[in-house]
Antibody
Framework: EVQLLESGGGLVQPGGSLRLSCAASGFTFSSYAMSWVRQAPGKGLEWVSA????????YYADSVKGRFTISRDNSKNTLYLQMNSLRAEDTAVYYCAKDPAYCSSTSCYPQYYFDYWGQGTLVTVSS | VIWMTQSPSLLSASTGDRVTISCRMSQGISSYLAWYQQKPGKAPELLIY???TLQSGVPSRFSGSGSGTDFTLTISCLQSEDFATYYC?????????FGQGTKVEIK
């Protein structure tokens, strides 16, 4: 059974930093791209960042580029999001999400939609 | 950036109704569209991908159609557990974007 468990959220002052983690289990973590998607209170979904299975390719929304860094440790089956220079508008529930991937006999290719999601962790940026 | 217009934003319906939700793109995306269901306080769940392919375990009363710029999610016979918010998502081009959401509420 696929499980994604986020942690690391909390209250932080504007300009501060926070690191989110997502512990994955139930699948071959290194074979799948992963993403972070956030949802501000009462609002819709916003894709934030993605990383390839190997970690060699990363992608960011313009709203977080230069402030957030996505990474992964495939030996620990864990995805991370380092968030710096936080702003009030970064307040949201942050979900980690798994890419379903299309796998041939030799390689897996990300699809960039999301077949499993964690339960989310709340980040509140406020003084 | 591909802009998405999802409509309606709020849909009032009764159990047993057939409901449709629309998602229109600012440019063609072939069939690179997914639909998600989200219940209050919960994470989204994948319903449909590739515009019309039902995710494993999703009831057959859900269906998706469309290609290019216009897409539709249909629930053929609304059940009590279907009252939720629904989002479309395009994965044709970076950055991947979501529609604004459609809340399906009890009439």
């Amino acid at each position: 059974e696929v499980q994604l468990l986020e942690s690391g959220g909390g209250l932080v002052q504007p300009g501060g930093s926070l690191r989110l983690s997502c512990a994955a289990s139930g699948f071959t973590f290194s074979s799948y791209a992963m993403s972070w998607v956030r949802q501000a209170p009462g609002k819709g979904l916003e894709w934030v960042s993605a990383i390839s299975g190997s970690g060699g390719s990363t992608y960011y929304a313009d709203s977080v580029k230069g402030r957030f860094t996505i990474s992964r440790d495939n030996s620990k089956n864990t995805l991370y999001l380092q968030m710096n220079s936080l702003r009030a508008e970064d307040t949201a529930v942050y979900y980690c999400a798994k890419d379903p991937a299309y796998c041939s006999s030799t390689s897996c290719y990300p699809q960039y939609y999301f077949d499993y999601w964690g339960q989310g962790t709340l980040v509140t940026v406020s003084s | 950036v591909i802009w998405m217009t999802q409509s309606p934003s709020l849909l009032s319906a009764s159990t047993g109704d057939r409901v449709t939700i629309s998602c229109r793109m600012s440019q063609g995306i072939s069939s690179y569209l997914a639909w998600y269901q989200q219940k209050p306080g919960k994470a989204p769940e994948l319903l449909i991908y590739a515009a019309s392919t039902l995710q494993s375990g999703v009831p057959s009363r859900f269906s998706g159609s469309g290609s290019g710029t216009d897409f539709t999610l249909t629930i053929s016979c609304l059940q009590s557990e279907d009252f939720a918010t629904y989002y479309c998502q395009q994965y044709y081009s970076f950055p991947w974007t979501f529609g604004q959401g459609t809340k399906v509420e009890i009439k």
